[in-house]
């Protein structure tokens, strides 16, 4: 039986969408190849990458005059090309702190301009977002993480501010409806709630593009990609072609609003009973905690080893917490269904009656 996973990333995906995809690899489209091994100009490719686009821009409500691209060299690419696409020469910038992979996207725009760090959590481990900071009305963006992976904590209202808005929503992109227009550049790696590792999908306004003033490597400038839809140089066809059946699969649930529903249950659910069960404690400031990660200790460490072997047999997976904080992270992903939310509630119940 497949295991109830936790991992908080690459992580649970739906399960239809790995048989299609399995199918895929042997015969795609019943034209007796590998989706693998055809070309990624031929057009049953192109249809691929037509649909995954059309997916993304009808799923978020994605409005008119933005494009959607999917790159390569995961989110950690977009912490860098953020500035060199946005920041002026000696330009300025303005960044939350709120967790390690902040923290990266800080250091890589240090690199090139001017970064003013407006709200930081780093005093506390990071456990909860900062509020009501300022943002500079001179700065060229400003940049937030929508939800923090490793320590469980979710911006629930996003920040207006006088300049452009960028944001990694890494691990909470369609897990939720979000205002596309507010932001100028989203991006996310695909293996927290969309496909496997191996592409980002970046949602940009075109307008904000080409007003550096800086030369910007082709490879690394928005517009090579956007011009060629995506395919400048051979794409990632394996991981677009599963994150294109992930958003499909999501459509035919009903969409965000549905998942998003289904999400603040499973959410509700974890959460209610690490309240309610004085074993254990959540580690994330209450009006913050994150419906993707859910970060919480065991408050008695004698009963540790009966804990693990109880999820382990059980058949959890994945909920060891990230080594900067201990204790467990839950990940409840869109394709994790409440069921296996049920099972983490009961053994968590039974590690009590014991
Ligand atoms: C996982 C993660 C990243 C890093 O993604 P890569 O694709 O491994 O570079 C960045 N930001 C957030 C919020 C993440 O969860």
């Known amino acids: 039986m497949k295991?109830?996973?936790?991992?908080?990333?690459?992580?649970?995906?739906?399960?239809?969408?790995?048989?299609?995809?399995?199918?895929?690899?042997?015969?795609?489209?019943?034209?007796?190849?590998?989706?693998?091994?055809?070309?990624?100009?031929?057009?049953?490719?192109?249809?691929?990458?037509?649909?995954?686009?059309?997916?993304?821009?009808?799923?978020?409500?994605?409005?008119?005059?933005?494009?959607?691209?999917?790159?390569?060299?995961?989110?950690?690419?977009?912490?860098?090309?953020?500035?060199?696409?946005?920041?002026?020469?000696?330009?300025k910038a303005a960044y939350t702190n709120t967790g390690a992979w902040a923290k990266k996207a800080i250091a890589e725009a240090k690199n090139l301009g001017d970064v003013t760090v407006v709200g930081d959590s780093s005093d506390t481990n990071y456990n909860y977002i900062p509020k009501?900071?300022?943002?500079?009305?001179?700065?060229?963006?400003?940049?937030?993480?929508?939800?923090?992976?490793?320590?469980?904590?979710?911006?629930?209202?996003?920040?207006?501010?006088?300049?452009?808005?960028?944001?990694?929503?890494?691990?909470?992109?369609?897990?939720?409806?979000?205002?596309?227009?507010?932001?100028?550049?989203?991006?996310?790696?695909?293996?927290?709630?969309?496909?496997?590792?191996?592409?980002?999908?970046?949602?940009?306004?075109?307008?904000?593009?080409?007003?550096?003033?800086?030369?910007i490597p082709t490879m690394l400038d928005y517009n090579t990609h956007i011009s060629k839809g995506s395919m400048f140089n051979t794409p990632p066809v394996f991981p677009i072609y599963v994150s294109m059946l992930t958003l499909q699969w999501l459509k035919d649930l009903g969409g965000v609003e549905v998942i998003e529903k289904v999400n603040q249950e499973k959410a509700n659910l974890l959460y209610g009973e690490i309240d309610r069960n004085p074993l254990f404690e959540g580690t994330a400031a209450k009006e913050d905690r994150s419906n993707m990660n859910v970060c919480f200790l065991l408050n008695d460490s004698s009963k540790e080893d009966a804990f693990n072997t109880l999820w382990n047999d059980a058949g959890i997976n994945g909920i060891k917490g990230h080594r900067s904080v201990g204790g467990y992270r839950a990940s409840m992903y869109n394709a994790m269904p409440i069921e296996s939310v049920q099972v983490l509630v009961d053994i968590m119940k039974k590690l009590e009656q014991n």
């Not at 199918?23 to 034209?31: E, K, P, V």
């Not at 978020?60 to 995961?74: A, D, T």
């Not at 992976?149 to 920040?159: E, H, L, M, R, S």
Request: net charge negative; aromatic share 8%; with cysteine.
């Open 3 to 91: 295991k109830h996973n936790f991992s908080a990333g690459p992580c649970i995906l739906p399960q239809e969408v790995l048989k299609q995809a399995s199918d895929a690899i042997l015969n795609f489209n019943n034209d007796n190849l590998s989706l693998i091994e055809i070309s990624h100009r031929s057009k049953p490719f192109v249809d691929v990458m037509d649909k995954a686009v059309e997916l993304v821009k009808e799923l978020l409500n994605v409005p008119k005059g933005y494009s959607v691209i999917f790159l390569q060299g995961g989110a950690s690419m977009e912490f860098l090309m953020v500035p060199l696409n946005l920041m002026k020469i000696n330009g």
């Open 132 to 215: 009501g900071y300022e943002i500079p009305s001179d700065v060229d963006y400003f940049h937030c993480t929508s939800n923090n992976t490793i320590y469980g904590t979710q911006v629930k209202d996003f920040p207006n501010t006088p300049s452009l808005m960028v944001c990694d929503m890494s691990s909470d992109i369609f897990s939720r409806m979000v205002d596309i227009s507010k932001f100028d550049i989203i991006y996310a790696g695909a293996q927290k709630n969309m496909g496997p590792a191996g592409t980002t999908l970046v949602i940009v306004k075109d307008e904000v593009l080409g007003k550096t003033g800086r030369n």
